[in-house]
């Protein structure tokens, strides 16, 4: 395998899409109940954080698909709550 050198705004948006906005990642998150939960709703603080020490590596349109994706789908919020409550 070649190594490849990529920069940490390379790496944060590679890791957000395939971590944080990928619908299998959230589902399993999902099947974890509390546990997973708390682990997504670290992801909206930790993303703050870094909106904070570094304002340009968190585009407004990450915002955006977190609002679309963790806000607005109200089949997930239900979900998240039900599995919150196991």
Request: glycine share 4%.
């Amino acid at each position: 395998m070649e190594a490849k050198i990529e920069t940490f705004t390379q790496f944060f948006n590679r890791d957000i899409l395939s971590r944080y906005f990928n619908p299998v990642w959230i589902k399993g998150m999902m099947e974890n109940g509390y546990d997973g939960a708390r682990y997504m709703d670290s992801f909206i603080e930790n993303l703050w954080m870094w909106q904070v020490t570094n304002p340009s590596l968190v585009k407004e349109s990450t915002w955006n698909q977190v609002t679309n994706i963790y806000i607005n789908e109200v089949e997930l919020i239900n979900d998240l709550y039900v599995y919150s409550l196991n």
